[in-house]
């Protein structure tokens, strides 16, 4: 079956960078579209972006300019590169391909 594990959360300050992995097994990675999402506490999750097969990219309005989402499908690994990080962007981030889902990864960001 399709196991995602996503790493790369942590503790940063407002303005700093993250780099986040989901790394992929059981499935053919590069034919399937990548999706970041979050859930911040008492939130429901929500969007933030994704990556298509051919490498066409889409984002949340919020994270537009500060985010990129890239693939690297030899490795079948997705990143998603966080800059200029908020208090706001503070919740598990999880790595969504086809109907599977990863454990998610924490990201606090503290002002």
């Known amino acids: 079956q399709v196991q995602l594990v996503e790493s790369g959360g942590g503790l940063v300050q407002a303005g700093g960078s993250l780099r986040l992995s989901c790394a992929a097994s059981?499935?053919?990675?590069?034919?399937?579209?990548v999706g970041w999402h979050r859930q911040a506490p008492g939130k429901q999750r929500e969007y933030v972006a994704s990556i298509t097969d051919g490498g066409i990219t889409d984002y949340q309005g919020s994270v537009k300019g500060r985010f990129t989402i890239s693939r690297d499908n030899a490795k079948n690994t997705a990143y998603l590169q966080m800059n200029n990080l908020k208090p706001e962007d503070t919740a598990v981030y999880y790595c969504?391909?086809?109907?599977?889902w990863g454990q998610g990864t924490q990201v606090t960001v503290s002002s």
């Open positions: 969504g391909l086809g109907r599977s």
């Open positions: 059981g499935t053919i990675f590069s034919i399937y579209a």
